[in-house]
């Protein structure tokens, strides 16, 4: 991963955390209704799947979807104002926090369905082989859907119509309370790929190098007529499943406490910057104060924005054929 690119995507990393930092307030204020669902934690699968991915690509997220988003290039008012139900979102407020759409930036879906997007995206594939356009979908899913059947026969199909798609498992350790290691019968997810003759690959999805060299070479296969690839990235999530949610009768406190300490994505990625002389603190701070001042910007855009009216529902919801 060149330098230019690692300094880049570390930043990328920084705005993901900063953002879902800024909801969670925001959340806690009352400001942002249903659940939110945080992706503090597996900041570099975002930052190093998209990194080499354009607006013309097709992304189908998840409920977790704002790292996506993000690293996709969306916009912290829209977003912001999206995730308070207002207008001015991206959504002009009907989607919310867990159906956020940006077709303009790529990611075309984001929804609540466990496993949702998987179909969508190998539908995506078929369409971008029969045009021939060179563009590469992408669905991630967490541990949960990773056993759900439409992944099987998405897999299936992608490998026999060798279909430009890159299956990315999110594997954070638990499907909202149930332990992967109880819910799933091999210890690497990606060994299950072999069944469908695609490359099944497991990385360590806190380290952003790792997920992008992976990623990267998924994407080139991808565009070159190869075929589709699973991708696992074991991470974990440092927050609940979702605010508010009851976590500490399914894990300890101190098993988080050491992922943030010593296994955290944004500080091994900051710590091997300044290794390489690529970064000081100075720096960081700055770039940390920019994202804050345009966090604090976005929160205002988005509390100045009004609610949908009724008129939104028969105009962008429901309609008489």
Not at 1 to 16: F, H, P
Not at 103 to 122: D, K, Q, R, T
Not at 202 to 210: E, M
Request: glycine content about 10%; proline content about 3%; some cysteine.
């Amino acid at each position: 991963m060149e330098d230019a690119k690692l300094l880049r995507q570390y930043e990328v990393m920084l705005r993901e955390r900063y953002f879902v930092l800024e909801q969670c307030t925001q959340n806690a204020k009352g400001k942002i209704h249903g659940y939110l669902h945080c992706y503090t934690g597996e900041e570099a699968i975002a930052a190093g799947i998209c990194a080499d991915l354009t607006p013309k690509d097709t992304v189908f997220s998840t409920h977790r979807a704002e790292g996506h988003l993000v690293s996709m290039g969306a916009r912290f008012d829209r977003m912001m104002a999206e995730s308070f139900g207002r207008v001015d979102g991206y959504g002009k407020g009907l989607g919310g926090v867990m159906h956020m759409s940006v077709p303009e930036i790529g990611l075309v879906h984001s929804n609540g369905v466990v496993g949702g997007g998987i179909g969508l995206a190998v539908g995506a594939a078929l369409a971008h082989r029969y045009r021939k356009d060179g563009r590469v979908a992408v669905a991630f899913f967490g541990d949960g859907a990773s056993s759900h059947g439409v992944l099987y026969e998405g897999m299936n199909l992608a490998s026999v119509w060798k279909l430009p798609v890159i299956f990315v498992l999110e594997n954070n350790g638990f499907a909202i309370s149930s332990p992967a290691s109880k819910m799933i019968s091999v210890a690497d997810v990606a060994r299950r790929a072999d069944g469908f003759s695609l490359p099944g690959i497991t990385v360590d999805g806190n380290d952003l190098v790792a997920v992008y060299e992976a990623a990267s070479a998924a994407i080139r296969r991808a565009r070159t007529g190869e075929g589709p690839t699973f991708l696992e990235c074991k991470t974990y999530r440092t927050r609940g499943h979702n605010e508010g949610d009851p976590q500490w009768y399914y894990r300890t406190r101190e098993e988080v406490k050491d992922w943030e300490q010593n296994r955290d994505p944004v500080k091994r990625c900051k710590a091997l910057l300044i290794s390489k002389g690529l970064l000081t603190e100075e720096k960081d701070k700055a770039m940390i104060d920019a994202i804050k001042k345009e966090l604090a910007e976005a929160v205002a855009f988005a509390d100045a924005s009004l609610y949908p009216g009724e008129e939104y529902l028969e105009k962008y919801v429901w309609k008489e054929q």
